[in-house]
């Protein structure tokens, strides 16, 4: 079973991610009003740093702040309004926390500023497609970078995806996306990769991911899976005849839960939640018995 964990830690600056040691939770901040998990809830600056704050103690191990929302058939936001959702928030939080931030973008330029400002880790769920200079930003600040497998675009990606051969298919575009990286001179040691679930994929596809998620190991980099309060756990939980008002009232906690604590036990590294201290709790005893 430790084969699973056998990959290398990400040391920069300040910080260090032990992943070879336990797993990592990402605590989610959207400042966005039409996110799917929490839309509308950070508007606020101050509610926005109290949530920050409130992640920390309750075991985030980084905090991941974006400002445009990539919910199935989201429209894009222009970069001034994303550079006014996140940049200040980074710039008052950086220095108050001794855990880094994540930049939640596809846009360089808004990683180029959030970096500026305290962010140290930039996470692109169109692995490096959506923006061709976002690898020269993640090469030039010498940070982490997280580069996830989308079909398609947020407006367009749950318009009947398809695939011949799921896994292999979210495996070369990934693998791809490293070698984007490595090309402008990204450490190869610093890159995360996400097979992003939810994006482009059906529920059955979503499962069959968590399932499977041991055959991304050959890229030999951490795994990081954000499974939080995602469409597929409500379907899936309807389609084993689930009363709806049941799944809003606990069953995207526990659907997230159970799949977190499998993506575990399937090797993942790091969790990218909602839920941060119930998802902490999880992980503590999937550690403890995955990892002996």
Avoid at 19 to 39: C, E, Q, V, W
Avoid at 134 to 143: I, R, W
Avoid at 176 to 198: C, F, H, M, T, W
Wanted: glycine letters at 8%; one cysteine or more; a neutral charge.
């Amino acid at each position: 079973m430790a084969s699973k964990f056998n990959t290398l830690d990400i040391s920069w600056g300040k910080f260090k991610l032990a992943l070879s040691k336990r797993t990592y939770i990402m605590g989610i901040l959207n400042r966005t009003p039409d996110s799917f998990g929490d839309g509308g809830r950070f508007m606020k600056e101050e509610d926005a740093i109290k949530r920050i704050f409130e992640m920390a103690s309750e075991g985030a191990d980084i905090i991941d702040i974006g400002g445009e929302s990539t919910r199935p058939g989201a429209e894009p936001v222009t970069l001034d309004v994303e550079l006014e959702r996140t940049i200040p928030i980074i710039r008052k939080v950086a220095d108050e926390i001794d855990i880094p931030i994540s930049i939640d973008t596809s846009k360089s330029e808004v990683a180029k500023e959030a970096l500026k400002n305290g962010a140290a880790i930039i996470n692109d769920i169109t692995g490096l497609r959506g923006d061709p200079r976002m690898a020269k930003v993640a090469a030039d600040f010498d940070v982490p970078l997280v580069i996830m497998h989308i079909k398609g675009t947020p407006r367009t990606m749950q318009v009947n995806p398809h695939y011949d051969s799921l896994i292999d298919e979210i495996s070369d575009s990934l693998k791809r996306s490293i070698e984007l990286a490595k090309d402008v001179g990204v450490d190869e040691n610093k890159i995360i990769i996400d097979p992003g679930i939810g994006f482009g994929k059906t529920v059955q596809h979503n499962l069959t991911i968590l399932n499977n998620l041991e055959s991304f190991r050959v890229l030999n980099r951490p795994i990081l899976i954000g499974v939080s309060r995602k469409s597929y756990i409500v379907n899936t939980l309807k389609e084993n005849n689930i009363k709806y008002s049941d799944i809003e009232a606990s069953g995207r906690l526990m659907g997230t839960a159970s799949s977190c604590a499998i993506g575990i036990s399937k090797g993942a590294n790091i969790l990218r939640v909602h839920d941060v201290k119930e998802i902490a709790h999880v992980a503590k005893i999937a550690d403890a018995i995955v990892r002996g």
